[in-house]
Nanobody
Framework: QLQASGGGLVQAGGSLRLSCAAS????????MAWYRQAPGKSREAVAD???????NYADSVKGRFTISRDNAKNTVYLQMNSLKPEDTAVYYC???????????????WGRGTQVTVSS
């Protein structure tokens, strides 16, 4: 189960911090990622972080967003600074994990959290 939180309404130039916690049976936790989907657009990758801490960002958010994770809490964060109206979207977390040692890796999606940036 994935629980995302932290969305809301903010003015352009403001900041928000999203978090997404994985719970339940977790044997291994690999890539944790954030995606977003704006109205009328396809879902797009925003940022991801591996279990080793390697990060990747979409060009549109580089220098403004920072992804991080707390492995002890099975939680991934997305710090969003200098927000723009075009960042308005529903943000989703995705986690690749193994529920047990006998399971393969699965991708799980969390429920989205709305981020609205006003101009």
């Amino acid at each position: 189960q994935l629980q995302a939180s932290g969305g809301g309404l903010v003015q352009a130039g403001g900041s928000l911090r999203l978090s997404c916690a994985a719970s339940g049976s977790i044997f291994g936790l690999h890539v944790m990622a954030w995606y977003r989907q704006a109205p009328g657009k396809s879902r797009e990758a925003v940022a991801d972080i591996t279990s080793y801490g390697t990060t990747n960002y979409a060009d549109s958010v580089k220098g403004r967003f920072t992804i991080s994770r707390d492995n002890a809490k099975n939680t991934v964060y997305l710090q969003m600074n200098s927000l723009k109206p075009e960042d308005t979207a529903v943000y989703y977390c995705k986690v690749r994990l193994r529920p047990s040692s006998s399971d393969p890796w699965y991708d799980y999606w969390g429920r989205g959290t709305q981020v609205t940036v006003s101009s």
